[in-house]
């Protein structure tokens, strides 16, 4: 299988069920997708080796780690040549508190997901290590008041 090959019906059935549980047994893999143990194994080598499945993770609940706080900071940079952008994304792996980090075709250059524990952390962190970063020109800080969809285990606790 190569990266541009086309996925089967039971590809894409064994990537969905793998999605809602990465821990599910081959034995049940197969009894869902319909296949036999071993060219159900072989699929998801297979998968694995093409770069459809990247790896597999735990979820972990933030509001239990005391890391209920999300903000999406939207940062403009001052320089967006390549030197300053590498020199910004490599600052922002140094802050455990950002989540997450995207360059945005947008007015503004990347968006930031922040979580701490509450607003004070989050000032904190905004002042002291956000503002900090290499070649920031402006920030603004849009606070999140409910996740409705996303990984959070709390999230399908509210949705069944």
Do not use: W
């Amino acid at each position: 299988m190569k990266n541009n090959d086309t996925l089967d019906q039971i590809d894409q059935h064994i990537l969905a069920e793998l999605a809602r549980d990465a821990r599910i047994s081959v034995a049940e893999l197969s009894r869902r997708v319909n296949l036999s143990k071993t060219p159900c194994q072989a699929r998801i080598n297979r998968l694995e080796q093409a770069g459809y499945i990247l790896g597999y993770r735990a979820i972990i609940d933030p509001e239990r780690l005391g890391r209920p706080h999300v903000a999406f900071v939207e940062v403009k940079l001052s320089d967006t040549r390549n030197a300053a952008l590498a020199a910004f994304n490599k600052a922002v792996q140094a802050i455990p508190e950002i989540e997450q980090a995207h360059m945005i075709a947008s007015s503004f250059d990347y968006l930031l997901k922040v979580r701490t524990q509450d607003i004070a952390e989050y000032r904190e962190v905004l002042g002291e290590k956000i503002s900090s970063l290499p070649h920031i020109a402006h920030t603004s800080t849009h606070v999140s008041m409910e996740a409705v969809k996303g990984d959070a285990p709390s999230l399908k606790s509210k949705t069944g």
